[in-house]
């Protein structure tokens, strides 16, 4: 068995890992090892296809909860954000009044450093934005999302729907840019580095045993930090003696509400440009419609009828439906995961189907072509919750041993994850490199106010 040291050992490549091996790489003076169960892909000529997405998804995009809830997981450096839709929305302000946990200065400060802005009028697509109209005709405040794009950055901004895939065209940032510069700064990146369990001797963190490229290894590290991901984490904290792990989740479960209309629809648009957040009742809208290929698929789960609208896909509109649900069910130790939507939370879905309902016919579409498919999931989180799991340093019970990913989430955000997670991280590594925890970032929140 392989041995070796370090001073900290980051377990998964999504924003949490590479964001804290980023810092501390910058802040110098520590041997920072990042361990990645997946490879890099970005240079397959697959990635972005559907292909890829069948190669680089968990259970090649076949995961579901005990209910028959489907999880999007990507394994790969970058984690989810190498197919997520590239939204960005302020942490919540629960997080520092509920938790104390102050991060509104470090996600300014990666605000400004990602250029997050909304796309530009001419881009957000003209059927979204038709969309968007119809909501705000009805009285609900219809705003462009906040995007981690950057058309400038590419001469073809293409790639519609199925951004999802993987961003073919550039515009898009994604976490492996920041494994990249950890990297450049002197982060030891291990890929294909499967971590089992973390090893704690006399109560301690010491490092953590795996497999890489299917042989045995052993880590040696001061300090431990899981960010393995909603699911990845809860796992490894459990085979590693912390049974509380992976009690509950929360999931901003999703559903889309599609209504074909005349016109063309939002498919060949890119995704969520437009969004409304209603917190009162706990969901979020956004304009989204599901790739040509995987849209049939989906809605097989629902029912032959629902597939066979496939030849009218391009003239589909789409409203995604994201709730703010309730913590349920978890991740087991058998490899189980469940994920059961509460009374409240299927309250807030049928108040949120009957508002798309409403949008879709505003904006077009034909009455009896309205449906919502099936439930899917692509924020597993608050499996290592703080206040619980984890303290508001993002530390569990064993002394060297941090969360630091989505599962430190102590409720279910609602809202895109991807700042919130990096603004965690930023704090933590300053911690790490034995600054102070509170907010220190240049910037201010009202950067994204
Ligand atoms: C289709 C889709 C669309 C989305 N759209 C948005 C959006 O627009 N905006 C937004 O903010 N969020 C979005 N999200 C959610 C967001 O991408 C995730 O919440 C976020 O990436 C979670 O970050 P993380 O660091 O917790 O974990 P992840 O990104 O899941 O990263 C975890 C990493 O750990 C690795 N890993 C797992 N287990 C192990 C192990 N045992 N050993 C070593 N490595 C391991 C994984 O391979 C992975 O790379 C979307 C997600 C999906 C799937």
């Avoid at 999504?14 to 810092?23: D, F, M, Y």
């Avoid at 898009?172 to 920041?178: D, F, G, I, T, V």
């Avoid at 704690?200 to 045995?216: L, Q």
């Avoid at 102590?410 to 919130?420: K, N």
Wanted: proline share 6%; net charge neutral; aromatic share 8%.
């Amino acid at each position: 068995m392989a041995a070796s040291n370090a001073d900290v050992v980051i377990v998964g490549s999504g924003p949490g890992g590479a964001t804290l091996a980023r810092e501390l790489a910058r802040a110098g003076g520590q041997r920072v090892v990042l361990l990645e169960r997946g490879i890099d892909y970005r240079s397959k000529p697959y990635y972005g296809t559907y292909l890829g997405a069948l190669i680089y998804a968990d259970r090649r995009s076949l995961l579901f909860t005990q209910e028959g809830l489907n999880i999007v997981r990507p394994l790969m450096v970058g984690g989810a954000t190498s197919m997520y839709c590239g939204c960005a929305a302020p942490p919540p302000a629960w997080l520092k009044t509920r938790y104390g946990v102050d991060i509104e200065a470090d996600v300014a400060d990666a605000w400004l450093d990602l250029h997050i802005a909304p796309l530009p009028a001419e881009l957000r697509g003209a059927a979204s934005t038709r969309i968007a109209e119809a909501g705000q005709a009805l009285g609900y405040d219809w705003r462009p999302q906040h995007k981690f794009m950057q058309p400038a950055r590419t001469d073809h901004f293409d790639c519609g729907a199925t951004c999802m895939l993987g961003c073919r065209c550039g515009a898009k940032w994604s976490a492996a840019e920041y494994v990249d510069d950890a990297v450049a700064a002197g982060v030891d990146l291990w890929t294909q580095a499967r971590v089992e369990r973390v090893l704690i001797e006399d109560g301690h963190a010491v490092g953590v045993a795996g497999k890489r490229a299917g042989k045995s290894f052993v880590l040696w590290a001061d300090k431990v930090i899981l960010a393995a991901g909603g699911i990845g984490t809860p796992r490894i904290l459990q085979a590693s003696g912390l049974r509380g792990a992976g009690q509950g989740m929360a999931m901003d479960t999703t559903v889309m509400v599609y209504g074909e209309g005349a016109a063309r629809g939002i498919g060949n648009e890119p995704p969520m440009t437009w969004s409304w957040e209603n917190r009162d009742a706990g969901y979020m809208l956004s304009t989204l419609m599901d790739p040509w290929l995987l849209y049939p698929l989906i809605n097989t789960l629902k029912g032959p009828k629902y597939a066979l609208t496939w030849p009218r896909w391009n003239n589909l509109l789409g409203v995604m439906i994201k709730l703010t649900d309730e913590i349920s069910g978890g991740v087991y130790p058998d490899g189980k995961i469940s994920k059961p939507l509460t009374a409240r939370d299927r309250e807030r879905l049928h108040a949120a189907e009957d508002v798309c309902g409403q949008i879709l016919l505003e904006a077009g579409a034909k009455r009896d072509t309205i449906f919502t498919t099936p439930l899917r999931g692509t924020h597993p989180s608050g499996t290592a919750r703080i206040g619980d799991l984890v303290d508001r340093n993002l530390q569990t019970e064993v002394p060297g041993l941090y969360v630091c990913d989505a599962s430190a989430f102590p409720e279910a955000l609602g809202r895109p994850t991807v700042i919130t997670i990096i603004g965690l991280a930023k704090r933590l590594a300053r911690q790490l490199s034995g600054g102070s925890l509170d907010s220190q970032g240049g910037a201010t929140p009202s950067t994204y106010r």
